[in-house]
Antibody
Framework: EVQLVESGGGLVKPGGSLRLSCAASGFTFTNAWMSWVRRAPGKGLEWVGR??????????DYAAPVKGRFAISRDDSQDTLSLQMNSLKTEDTAVYYCVTDIGEVWGQGTLVTVSS | DIQLTQSPSFLSASVGDRVTITCRAS??????LAWYQEKPGKAPKLLIYPASTLQRGVPSRFSGSGSGTEFTLTISSLQPEDFATYFC?????????FGQGTKVEFK
């Protein structure tokens, strides 16, 4: 079964850090460009960033609101995608989804709450 | 950034109705547009990508059309399981952007 399973969400204070993970199974993760997408409470979907495959250079792109604070990485040996979130702000509160780049596969999401 | 404007935001319809949702891009995106269906508590499901290509397993009552800046998602005969929120996403350039969504409700 093709699946993405996120973990690592929780409550963190403003200015804090959190690392999300996404475990992939059922498809060749090494060949997949991967993205993170989020949905803040009561808001629409917002693309966070993307990482290419190692074969395509492994480069990343980020949305302006998170650039310089968030970092996406991948461990192809473990079929795992990560999102390191630093200097968190209240406006980063959202459900974070791990997604294949063209959106064929989505995880169930993990909630990140940034609050004092 | 490319802005996507969906219309309408809400739509009331009955089983059997033909439903059309529009997504307009602020600049040309060729056919790099995806349509998703989202139900409460579930991850979004890719229905169509690129603009008019139905994903495997998606019922043929769903169809997509358009290119450039104007796109439509049509459900030819609305079924009970189709009451959901639909949104578009452009995959022409980064940052990827989404439409604000169209909620299809039971009339």
């Amino acid at each position: 079964e093709v699946q993405l399973v996120e973990s690592g969400g929780g409550l963190v204070k403003p200015g804090g850090s959190l690392r999300l993970s996404c475990a992939a199974s059922g498809f060749t993760f090494t060949n997949a460009w991967m993205s993170w997408v989020r949905r803040a409470p009561g808001k629409g979907l917002e693309w966070v960033g993307r990482i290419k495959t190692k074969a395509d250079g492994g480069t990343t792109d980020y949305a302006a609101p998170v650039k310089g604070r968030f970092a996406i990485s991948r461990d192809d040996s473990q079929d795992t995608l990560s999102l390191q979130m630093n200097s968190l702000k209240t406006e980063d509160t959202a459900v974070y989804y791990c997604v294949t780049d063209i959106g064929e596969v989505w995880g169930q999401g993990t909630l990140v709450t940034v609050s004092s | 950034d490319i802005q996507l404007t969906q219309s309408p935001s809400f739509l009331s319809a009955s089983v059997g109705d033909r439903v059309t949702i529009t997504c307009r891009a602020s600049q040309g995106i060729s056919s790099y547009l995806a349509w998703y269906q989202e139900k409460p508590g579930k991850a979004p499901k890719l229905l169509i990508y690129p603009a008019s290509t139905l994903q495997r397993g998606v019922p043929s009552r769903f169809s997509g059309s358009g290119s450039g800046t104007e796109f439509t998602l049509t459900i030819s005969s609305l079924q009970p399981e189709d009451f959901a929120t639909y949104f578009c996403q452009q995959l022409n350039s980064y940052p990827r952007t989404f439409g604000q969504g169209t909620k299809v409700e039971f009339k």
